[in-house]
C-alpha cells in the first residue's frame, strides 16, 4: 500500500476576494452553450467533496472557507456565463481559493483522445528504464543554496549536486534534493540494468520488478556517498535545500532518515471514510495475517498487533461521518477522517531494528523497502524550505522538525500534505470531461496539526515570488549564521 502520493498538481492560495471576482470575459456563444450542465458539474464537485476530500474538515476549521456560501455564488456565476472559458474560470477559482494543493482539475485537451487512441506506428518501444519511469530532470533553476557567496562545488560525479561554503568560520556542507523521487536519476537505473543484462539480454517483468528496487538503492547509496564526501571534505553542519521542491514518493521517508542519528517518529495517518481506504486497510490486515503464519511467537504477537490496527481503522473507514454541518460553516459531531494507530509509514512510526531483515518488514515499515543506512549524517542539520516546497518535501521538513531533529530555515512552505493513496479516486466530471484530483489522506503532525497547513519555519526568511537567484542567494546568507547556531545547539542537546 501506497501512503505516500506523488505530486501531481497544486494550487497557489488567495484572497478569498478572488473567488468574488467577475470572470474574464469570453466571446459569446448562447446558441452552444449549456449553463445547466456546467452547474450539474459544480454539482457533482460538491458530492465528490462530501465523500472523500481528505482536508474537508481543515478548509472548513482552519481555512475558514464557506464552502457552502462558495458552491451557492459558484452557481450563480455559471448561471451567468456565456462560454466555456468563464464556466471553466469558475471551478478554477475554487481551485486556487482553496489553497490545497493536492486540489485539481485537468481539463481535457482537444483532440488528445483521438491522439491517443491513434498512436504512431513509429513509436519506439520504451526501455525498462523508461518503462518505470526514469527520466533526466529538466535544469535545476530552484537551487538556492549553491548560490551562496563563496559556494565550492564537490568534486565527484552524482545525481546530486553538494558543495562546501564558510559561514562564520563554520565549514557547512550543501546539498540539493530538487526531488524525492528515484526516477529522476535515470543514469543509477542505466548501471543497475546493466548488472542485471550485462549481455543486453530482454528485460522481463520479473526484471523490471528487480531492476526498480536496484535503482532506487542505487541512488539511496549516491546520495549517503554525497553526505559521506561532505563530512570527509571538513563540513561540520549539513544544510539540505529543498527550495522549490514539489514532492515525490515514499522514498523520502528512507533519505530522512539518514540525514540524522535520531530515530524518527512519523506522522500519523488520517484516511477518508470511503471504499478505497477501506479496501486497502482490509488489504493491509490480510496481509498482516498471512505474513504471521508459521511465524516464532514473538514475531505472530507482533504482527497480530499489526493486523489489528489495521482492522480497527478499517472498522473506522466503515463508520460515515455526515458532511453537511462543514458546507454550512459548523463542526460535524464526528472526526471527519479516520485515524488510527498507523502511521505514513505504516503500522510501525519509527524504525525498529528487530524487523531489519523480515520477509514483512516493508509491510510493517515502509521505508524498508529500500536499502538505507541512519545516521550517515550526525552533524548539526538545516534544511532550507520555502512556497515551492510541498507535498512529500514538507513531509522531510515536518518530520525532521517535530522530532526535533533539524532546524528549518526559510518560508513557509507550498501547503499540500498528504496526497492520494493506491492510484487515487479521480474523478471525470460528467458533463465537460473535466478529471477532479482530490487528496484522500491527510499526515498529522506531533502538535496534531494537519500537515496541508504548511511548515512553519524555524528561522525565518523573507523571501519575495519576485526576488532573483542573486537575491534570494543574499536573504539565505543573512538568515543562515542564526540557523547553524541553533542547529549545533540542537545536537548538542541529544
Known sequence: MRLVALVLGCALAVAPAAFAQSPATAAPDAAAFDTARWIADLEQVRQEMASHYANLEWAVTEREAP???MFERGRQRLAGARSEAE?????ERLERYLGDGHVEFIWPRAGALAAEAAPSAAAAEPSPCEALGFEEEGPDGAAVASRLPGYRPLEGDSG??????EVDGRTVGVIRISQFSPQIHPAACAAALAGLRPTGDPCDQACIDQLSTLAADRVTADFSARLRALEAAGASTLLVDIAGNGGGSEWVEAVARTVTPVRLRSARLGFVRHPHWIKALADGERRMREAAAGQPPEDR??????AAAYAAARAQAEQPCDPTPLFEGRTPDCDWLGRGDLYSTGPEAALDP??????????AFTPLAFAFEPGVWKGPLVVLVDSGTASASEEFAA???DNRAAVILGGPTWGAGCGRTRGGLDVVLRHSGATLRLPDCA????????EVSGIDPDVLIGFRENDGPARRAKRLAAGLPAAIEQAERQAAAR
Do not use: T
Request: net charge positive; aromatic share 12%; proline share 2%.
Open 67 to 69: 464552502l457552502g456560501a
Open 87 to 91: 464556466a471553466r474560470a469558475v471551478f
Open 160 to 165: 546530486f549536486a553538494a558543495g562546501l561554503v
Open 301 to 306: 504477537a507482533r504482527l497480530q498487533r499489526y
Open 354 to 363: 528487530a524487523i531489519i531483515g523480515k520477509p514483512w518488514a516493508a509491510d
Open 399 to 401: 518530520l525532521l522538525q
Open 443 to 450: 499526515r498529522f503532525r506531533a502538535d496534531g496539526s494537519n
